[in-house]
């Protein structure tokens, strides 16, 4: 892994190391260390989700303005659109911030169900557009007759005819009520012949779980016409795929969709006048160059789907289609940094401090002790090998009753100091056996989150997120690491990776604080996450910058309390209350002193969260 752990490759900029410190590159430039004590000093402890304004902005921006470019520089005459799919990311200080960041633009939200239609109809303004995928009831398709009458420019696009046959239904119920009624747009999402792509191919393709055939396009055009609802339709959607790889499928489809969309035109749709290309622009989460997953741009992207929707209008005679996109990762990946305290290096304890030599040690023990004193450049391979085998020879003796603990931990002491050193001896040497004894010694880091909570696609789908610490960035990191999150599932740990090793610096957690900071986990991972060992939802914050350019902490949400937790898996707080308290007050152990010291306790951290607060140094 490169020093700067991949920032160049992953970073867009929007972070920068500054001597020891990782930075946020933008007015200020206030380091993440400097915000994250800013906030710890006002009592939270545990991770914090960072939240930066700034950075949903920058998206928004990039994405209205490329096609903006574009569109000028092929004088494309249909509009751009966007909106942001709701199932990305729903919580409420994302959504509030990308409602009110995007306003210039008329930028949208989309729904994939009931909730999230509820938040875009109460938080699209109107004016914006609101799109509605996924399967549809005839409660959510009324919903979205609600919207449409109240205002809203709403698309409900249909996955399959029967959801066209409900829409009709509505359409008649409210016809009956409302002379005047303003029905949605319909869309149609396609069922691709070109599939999809990565992880997420699934939905393209013939076998997709969405989309009509061409055959059902044609059938729902006729049955739309003959309720004259056929001015209705007004779009054409598709979606190949989230964290779309290489630009070469999204062509095809658009090629696929383009011409289904001037076909359909010309046979008469009069309403169609947009292409939805759904979402799937891919974010960069590697560290590494040779890993690097994706191998086109924004401009790319941009310039190939107004010069395609141009070509094929052009040679089918029809109108340039308005340009809708449905990108979410894009968006909301980056606007998010989770910061997670280290508690502990497991390692620490094989330290020569904690040697118990005796006056008198077995034979073997003597002699690695000798290796590890005298080791040096030249002989470090073969006192390794020795170490090794000595490391063998002892393990077998304890076994057999010749040596005992304090033997046996002075030899576990001794071979990992010996390893470690003759790592750092020969560290230009890059044989694979160095690499696999890196394996054998690398540091454990205990780390104050949950990955299953706040990186569900690490341990789902072995989705990598950039990972760095936040401060000694001047200083070498030595130790090849492992990360165990404080969950007691051995699935919570980022195992270290000879591919690309993650290396940390050797830091006693008892005198500094040392933060690690997990980047892109913007997009998805919130709602994603799950409360395993009921770890919630990190503190988190929202960071902005005022017109002085200095950053200012807007608004601090604190994960749930031990009370909150329980209520929402619908436990009786009462029934619970009630008994904790009965259990110490009824005690005939317990003075009335000690009861009264007990239970202040007892409240006190039923109003905390689940996450560690103290450990040892009394400080993390
Ligand atoms: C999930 C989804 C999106 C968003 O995809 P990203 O990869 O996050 O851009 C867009 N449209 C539809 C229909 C989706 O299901």
């Not at 001597?19 to 430039?29: A, E, I, M």
């Not at 206030?30 to 906030?39: A, C, E, V």
């Not at 009458?149 to 509505?170: Q, Y």
């Not at 790319?300 to 340039?320: C, R, T």
Request: with cysteine; hydrophobic share 40%; proline share 3%.
């Amino acid at each position: 892994m490169p020093k700067d752990y991949g920032l160049s490759i992953w970073g867009m900029d929007n972070f920068k190391i500054d001597g020891d410190f990782v930075v946020v590159n933008y007015k200020s430039t206030p380091s993440l260390l400097t915000i994250t004590k800013d906030i710890r000093d006002r009592g939270y402890r545990g991770p914090i989700l960072l939240r930066f304004s700034h950075l949903i902005k920058k998206q928004v921006d990039l994405l209205f303005n490329e096609f903006k470019r574009a569109s000028s520089e092929f004088n494309y005459s249909g509009k751009f659109r966007a909106v942001f799919p709701l199932k990305v990311n729903q919580y409420p200080n994302f959504v509030n911030e990308i409602t009110e960041l995007s306003k210039e633009y008329n930028y949208g939200l989309e729904a994939g169900s009931k909730a999230e239609l509820i938040i875009a109809m109460a938080k699209t303004p109107l004016g914006a557009p609101i799109t509605v995928n996924g399967f549809k009831d005839k409660e959510m398709i009324s919903l979205c007759f609600i919207a449409a009458k109240s205002g809203h420019d709403i698309t409900v696009t249909i996955e399959g005819l029967n959801e066209l046959e409900t829409i009709i239904e509505v359409f008649r119920e409210f016809k009956e009520k409302f002379s005047d009624l303003v029905t949605p747009n319909i869309g149609m999402r396609i069922r691709m012949h070109s599939s999809g792509v990565g992880a997420w191919a699934k939905s393209g393709g013939y076998s997709s779980k969405f989309g009509l055939t061409s055959t059902e396009l044609l059938e729902a055009c006729d049955m739309l016409d003959r309720v004259g609802l056929i001015d209705r339709f007004s779009m054409i959607h598709f979606h190949i795929g989230s964290q779309m790889e290489e630009i070469g499928p999204l062509k095809k489809a658009l090629r696929e969709a383009g011409n289904i969309y001037a076909d359909l035109k010309n046979r008469g749709a009069s309403g169609l006048s947009s292409i939805n290309i759904g979402g799937g622009l891919a974010v960069e989460y590697s560290q590494t160059k040779r890993s690097e997953n994706r191998n086109y741009s924004i401009v790319e992207f941009a310039n190939d789907v107004i010069y395609l929707m141009q070509e094929i209008s052009k040679n089918k005679g029809v109108k340039e289609p308005d340009i809708f996109t449905e990108s979410g990762r894009f968006i909301a990946a980056n606007h998010t940094v989770l910061i997670a305290p280290v508690l502990e290096l497991f390692s620490q304890e094989y330290h020569e401090k904690s040697l118990r030599l005796k006056s008198k040690n077995p034979p073997l023990i003597e002699e690695l002790y000798e290796l590890y004193t005298t080791i040096d450049k030249k002989c470090a391979r073969e006192y390794l090998h020795d170490a090794i085998d000595h490391l063998d020879s002892l393990l077998t003796l304890f076994d057999l009753g010749y040596i005992d603990l304090e033997d046996r931990s002075n030899t576990e002491i001794l071979v990992n100091l010996i390893i470690k050193k003759s790592i750092s001896l020969l560290v230009k040497d890059n044989s694979d056996e160095l690499v696999r004894l890196q394996n054998k010694i690398q540091e454990k880091y205990l780390v104050n989150f949950s990955i299953f909570q706040s990186m569900p696609d690490f341990w789902g789908l072995g989705q990598e997120f950039p990972i760095m610490p936040i401060s000694n960035l001047s200083k070498e990191a030595t130790q090849a690491a492992s990360i165990w999150d404080i969950t007691c599932d051995s699935d919570g740990e980022i195992a270290y990776s000879a591919k690309s090793p993650l290396k940390l610096h050797d830091i006693d957690v008892q005198k500094e604080e040392y933060f690690l900071a997990f980047f892109l986990t913007g997009a998805y991972q919130e709602v994603l996450g799950m409360k395993h060992n009921l770890f919630t939802h990190p503190t988190e914050a929202v960071i902005k910058f005022n017109k002085d350019g200095d950053y200012y902490i807007d608004s601090i949400l604190e994960a749930q309390n031990l009370v909150d937790i329980l209520d929402d898996l619908d436990y009786d707080i009462g029934e619970i209350d009630k008994r904790l308290k009965s259990i110490i007050e009824d005690s005939k152990l317990i003075n009335s002193e000690q009861k009264e010291i007990l239970l202040g306790k007892l409240y006190l951290y039923l109003s905390e969260n689940s996450y560690l607060k103290t450990i040892q140094a009394n400080k993390v």
